[in-house]
């Protein structure tokens, strides 16, 4: 497979204005919405996969406030048919550069949270200081625990974050792929030692929320597939890289996309790579593409 360079050159329409606490941010109004479009330079090995390269991307910038906090949720979009991907934590980097080039030759839309390049989005309300994980907050003992462990809780900061997810959801058009019977696919990034597909493995962390599991003796743990449903499974188990099957029924409550989407019926599907294997992301997303394609053919 081949891996692009991938350099992003913002054009952006509308001077942000200062937030509070002096972060950057674009009023939180239905005018603040900023279009920009992002021109690749994709780098390939051959002439042929240079021109496969063509969907020109353009970005919407929301931004959301959560307490004194600002955020955007930017949605990237190429106008032609594809995957809905979903960047959650703002340090995955290689994570959104992947998907990017992925868009660029496949199509598709890219909706990625941004803020202060963390992972964890920290806000002030009524002074007190509050963070909570992206990827934790999607339903309500989700939102409250993720509060907790990072910090301080309270009922008017669960509401917040309840209602940034509420955001989130709708730029995405969670309930829209829903009622089109698409899929959503999470893009993320992990670092050595910690989070793998290891982690349910016999005797690993999340053992038990495992229904299913394809181990790859040629391909890192750190790199996998984690799906909520069995043809998704079924579908990747016969390539390079290993795969997970969620056990929907045991599946701890932690307010995770993977835990709403499968409750809601949305079929999700997260591609999880090292930090810096942008190769390895991008040939599992070309590898996700082939194989939905397959079977829609």
Known sequence: MICPSVLCRAVRFGAPTAGPAGRSCLRDSPSSVSVFAIEQDYQGNDAASREAAHFRIEGERTPVHVGDACAEIVAYETGAPGLTYVSMHDDENTAVAATLGTLRRRGGRLVEVRHTGERNLAFELEQTTYAFDPNRIFTDAGAAATLRDQGAFSDAALEAT??????LLEVVGFQRLREAGGSIVTVHNNKPGSYSAKSYGRGGEHEREAKRMRPKCETAPDDFFFVTEPRHYRLLQGGPFHVVLQDNAAMTDDGSLSV?????????????????????????????????TAEES
């Open 260 to 292: 709403y989407a499968a409750r809601a019926g949305l079929p999700y599907v997260n591609v999880e790579a090292q930090h810096g294997h942008l190769r390895e992301q991008i040939d599992m997303l070309a590898y996700l593409n082939e194989r939905l």
């Open 162 to 167: 309840r209602a940034f997810a509420r955001r």
